[in-house]
């Protein structure tokens, strides 16, 4: 079993930056990527970004490319989405995710789920 907890939601401004923060404990060993989804009201869960464990590759959607950045602390099995450049069509809950491959863009191949953090951005 793998605990997922998100952190770091919040409202912002349009052009203004979040950084959102995501452990996973339990047995994480049996996985090697994270990532972030997110879903907006009225629409489906979509893919953000995506880090794999071991190696650092990572992937974005091209929805956030060149405005977020997704890293990883080894040590503490954290992983960070840092949000720059924020724009209302941001607002979402974000989900973080834990799972085998980190270029998975279907939210049922990702094993476990954080219960959501709310990320709100006026304009």
């Known amino acids: 079993q793998v605990h997922v907890v998100e952190s770091g939601g919040g409202l912002v401004q349009a052009g203004g930056s979040l950084r959102l923060s995501c452990a996973a404990s339990g047995r994480t060993f049996s996985f090697n990527a994270m990532g972030w989804f997110r879903q907006a009201p009225g629409k489906e869960r979509e893919y953000v970004a995506s880090?794999?464990?071991?190696?650092?590759?990572?992937n974005y959607a091209d929805s956030v490319k060149d405005r977020f950045a997704i890293s990883r602390d080894n040590a503490k099995n954290t992983v960070y989405l840092q949000m720059n450049s924020l724009k209302p069509e941001d607002t979402a809950v974000y989900y973080c995710?834990?799972?085998?491959?980190?270029?998975?863009?279907?939210?049922?191949?990702?094993?476990?789920w954080g219960q959501g953090t709310q990320v709100t951005v006026s304009s």
């Open positions: 880090i794999s464990w071991i190696g650092g590759s990572t």
């Open positions: 995710v834990v799972g085998t491959y980190y270029i998975t863009f279907s939210p049922s191949s990702w094993h476990y």
